[in-house]
């Protein structure tokens, strides 16, 4: 028990600092006596559940590792997970079909916690062209699969921004949630190459977005990206998804991409 207390009291000082929280103040906010949360961060006194799902939700805790938190106090998990293929989630997987063909013919994906690819509607197959067959074997991770040399990087027209502004979206990531297997991809893009540096600004949207440009024969397909995520999710499955959307940045990508995915 001494032994779980302490791991317990280990993660909650780890998620403090990550929120640069001061203790009093997480007391406080938690509505639990300093000296209390003092002792269970040290092993010396056992959360209760409840007292967890507190000191959670004042920390942000992502809900994955909330569960973390819970198991190693001893206490049963509080948000259930299911296979994308359970049938209580068939609903769920025909919005996303109806939501992935709706947008054609623009890209658009679905992606996990990792980044890996669930699923894709036909409009991205042109993006892919020529990559490596490596990097489409399953699993994909979609980020591999753009900043790899073997992969969409050589033919994205800007990709020191590109690829900067996708490793600024899985630094914010990493802060969130200290995911090992993020922070291992993060180190593994350090080794791929970055592109030459450009001052090129983004003309529509008053630059204040970062265009995904991609050379495709003698013609250069320019797109905003856009992610959506499920709100309010209980189940972990859920919580982990995200919908990547392709918008044409100009009228000559959206008529390209008509020829390319021509609607049934």
Not at 53 to 76: H, I, K, M, T, Y
Not at 94 to 99: G, H, Q, S
Not at 144 to 169: D, K
Not at 172 to 195: C, H, N, S, V, W
């Amino acid at each position: 028990m001494v032994q779980m207390s302490s791991e317990v009291g280990a993660m909650l000082r780890d998620w403090r600092a990550r929120r640069r929280v001061s203790q009093l103040d997480l007391a406080l906010d938690a509505d639990v006596s300093p000296r209390h949360l003092s002792f269970v961060e040290t092993g010396r006194a056992r959360p209760s559940r409840d007292l967890l799902l507190r000191l959670s939700e004042q920390l942000d805790v992502p809900r994955r590792e909330q569960n973390a938190l819970l198991l190693a106090a001893g206490f049963a998990p509080a948000f259930p997970e299911r296979d994308l293929a359970d049938p209580a989630l068939h609903v769920v997987r025909a919005a996303l079909d109806t939501v992935l063909t709706a947008h054609e013919p623009f890209p658009a994906l679905i992606v996990d916690r990792h980044l890996t690819m669930i699923s894709a509607n036909r409009a991205l197959a042109p993006l892919i062209e020529g990559v490596d067959p490596v990097l489409l074997e399953p699993p994909v991770n979609v980020l591999r699969l753009t900043l790899h040399p073997g992969g969409v990087s050589r033919n994205i027209v800007n990709l020191a921004e590109w690829r900067g502004f996708l490793l600024r979206q899985l630094d914010r990531e990493i802060a969130q949630t200290g995911d090992g297997t993020l922070i291992a991809l993060r180190e593994e893009m350090e080794l791929y190459p970055k592109g030459p540096a450009s001052d090129a600004r983004p003309r529509d949207f008053a630059g204040v977005a970062v265009p995904f440009r991609l050379q495709r024969g003698d013609r250069v397909l320019s797109f905003y990206s856009a992610r959506t995520v499920f709100g309010s999710p209980i189940d972990l499955t859920l919580d982990d998804l995200a919908l990547e959307t392709f918008l044409p940045a100009d009228i000559h990508t959206a008529e390209a991409m008509r020829e390319l995915c021509p609607l049934a």
